[in-house]
């Protein structure tokens, strides 16, 4: 007659420990509550909130457009440390598919991958550095979202080093400083100005490496 109760004491304790302390009642996103009066379980933040971390709640910042569209200047400061931070990311995230120059023949696409758009073509030469942005940020096409693995800062950074890639295609020889128009001087000839007639094609930091 113990050994009953005993069990039975058990088995009333043990059906307490139900799935319930991992399945706990929760709202997913934007789902409806009666517990609100405007009838949704997602709250507008208070005003005033600090962020922890900037992108998270300032929308122009984190998505590269405002009320005008894409941005056509980054929303920070762009320093020499900014580009080249930008330039380091390029060379990690990007240039395995847009190659280091960005004419979109990196190595993975010389093994069959999709080949991109070169960013010197017009139109990408045309599109405003929030273009830039918003595609790493949501992906484009076959290419995926970098999103998770490059923080919005990081993404500003690369999309400015884009902008200034495109600029190091089509600067005029005569606006570059004169120690660099030098260097210039000293590429064998054919190498340089060639296709373009007037502007010179400065290899980008880091091309050649894997000629
Ligand atoms: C694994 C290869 C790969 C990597 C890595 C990659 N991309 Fe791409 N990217 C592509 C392909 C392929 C396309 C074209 C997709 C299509 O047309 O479907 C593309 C398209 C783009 C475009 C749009 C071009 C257009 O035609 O409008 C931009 C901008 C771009 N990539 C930037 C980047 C940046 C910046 C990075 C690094 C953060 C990056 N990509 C990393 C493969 C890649």
């Known amino acids: 007659m113990r050994q009953l109760l005993l069990l039975s004491v058990l088995l009333l304790v043990l059906s307490g420990c139900g799935r319930n302390m991992y399945e706990q009642a929760r709202f997913e996103e934007d789902e409806p509550s009666t517990f609100f009066a405007d009838g949704t379980s997602s709250q507008p933040l208070p005003e005033g909130v600090v962020s922890r971390s900037r992108g998270a709640i300032d929308e122009v910042f984190f998505t590269g457009q405002d009320a005008n569209g894409l941005l056509a200047e980054p929303p920070l400061e762009i320093t020499r440390e900014v580009l080249e931070r930008g330039q380091e990311r390029y060379n990690i ?3 395995p598919c847009h190659n280091y120059s960005g004419n979109g023949q990196g190595m993975i696409v010389q093994k069959g991958f999709v080949q991109p758009a070169s960013f010197h073509e017009e139109r990408l030469q045309a599109s405003p550095v929030g273009y830039f942005f918003n595609v790493i940020t949501n992906g484009y096409g076959r290419m995926y979202s970098y999103a998770s693995r490059v923080p919005p800062e990081d993404r500003w950074a690369i999309a400015s080093y884009i902008k200034a890639l495109q600029y190091s295609q089509t600067v005029p020889v ?6 660099l128009r030098e260097q ?9 100005a060639g296709q373009n007639g007037e502007t010179a094609q400065v290899a980008a930091p880091g091309e050649g490496a894997d000629e």
């Open 93 to 95: 995230y990007c240039s």
């Open 174 to 179: 005569t606006d570059l400083p004169a120690e």
């Open 184 to 192: 210039l001087s000293s590429v064998p000839q054919g190498d340089q």
